[in-house]
């Protein structure tokens, strides 16, 4: 009896260890950064190891990463973001921005052209809770806004 | 007679045991950081002139224990091969162009975790620094250089 309670104990430590280790594994702990995302923004919940300035920071760049879109807005060009995390080890972090612009939309026919798109990168590297970040812009496919256009002639 | 009814139990304890503490050891190595290989103080003689690095300056094993390449399905001569890449492309171009063959390349570790490792490239004479920063995920190295 005494050596089936020790052999049970012996068990149940062991399965708490294995536990706590995949809970650390899955968490924020392991994590450099700790994303949300809402479908329409993807915004840093919370930075391993940093204070709450870090977070914002990463936000801050996030939001006018977006607002520089609305140059696009004011054309009649809709945006849509696609967010995806690629990459989130314990010290980096990389989140890929696909933005996709379309254009001539008609409300009732639902019909639209594209207008390009513009893949972008952000990565984050937690150095001991200081946040470095980097934009890599993948690939551009959109089209030149007339503006645009206007002041490179 | 009463030993025989307890080999079956015996059987069944030791391999629970032997799933238990296989579990065990692959949950530590997962979070275990990797094993990372610098050469420090590479020469820049190892960098052609045309711009192409014959040795890379950073080796990665999956794990401590395993000693090289074909390890975890070829990410290590991935990371490697990327490495020289982006040398090429962002560090050894300028490096030459500016710097001529004179001086020694420093790597210093910056952080370094089961699934990432960030390390510092120096020595330029005009002082320029880089960051390269490495992530896995799920086997695939991405990697970037920051100036």
Same mark, same amino acid.
């Given at each position: 009896?005494?050596?089936? %309670? ?12 294995? %536990? ?43 939001? #006018?990463?977006?607002?520089?879109? #609305? ?56 150095? #001991? ?10 690939? #551009? ?13 | ?21 296989? *579990? ?7 979070? *275990? ?50 490495? *020289? $890449? ?57 990697? $970037?250089?920051?100036?």
């Amino acid at each position: 009896m005494k050596k089936i %309670l020790i052999f049970t104990s012996a068990v149940l430590v062991q399965l708490l260890v294995i %536990l706590s280790l995949t809970v650390y594994e899955k968490s924020g702990f392991s994590k450099a950064v700790d994303w949300d995302v809402d479908g329409f923004m993807i915004t840093a919940s919370s930075v391993r190891g940093a204070d709450e300035s870090e977070t914002d920071k990463i936000n801050s760049e996030i939001k #006018n990463y977006i607002d520089g879109f #609305n140059k696009y807005e004011a054309e009649d060009i809709l945006c849509n973001y696609v967010y995806r995390i690629i990459s989130n080890t314990k010290n980096v972090s990389v989140v890929e921005i696909n933005t996709v612009l379309q254009h001539n939309i008609t409300e009732e026919s639902k019909q639209y052209t594209s207008a390009g798109e513009i893949c972008t990168e952000l990565w984050v590297f937690n150095d #001991n809770g200081k946040i470095k970040t980097k934009w890599v812009e993948k690939s #551009n496919t959109a089209e030149k806004l007339p503006s645009e256009s206007k002041s490179v002639s | 007679m009463k030993n025989k009814n307890k080999i079956p139990a015996v059987i069944l304890a030791v391999a629970v045991e032997i799933i238990l503490v296989a *579990m065990l050891v692959f949950s530590v190595l997962k979070i *275990m950081p990797a094993k990372w290989e610098i050469r420090e103080n590479s020469s820049v003689s190892q960098i052609n002139s045309n711009g192409t690095v014959s040795v890379a300056n950073v080796k990665y094993f999956a794990r401590p224990g395993q000693d090289s390449v074909e390890r975890k399905a070829g990410s290590p001569k991935a990371v490697n091969d990327l490495y *020289m $890449t982006m040398m090429n492309e962002n560090i050894s171009a300028d490096y030459i162009r500016e710097n001529g063959f004179t001086q020694n390349i420093n790597i210093k570790k910056l952080s370094a975790s089961s699934n990432d490792f960030c390390y510092e490239i120096s020595g330029a004479e005009n002082g320029a620094v880089w960051e390269v920063w490495i992530t896995f995920e799920n086997e695939t190295p991405y990697m $970037t250089i920051v100036k």
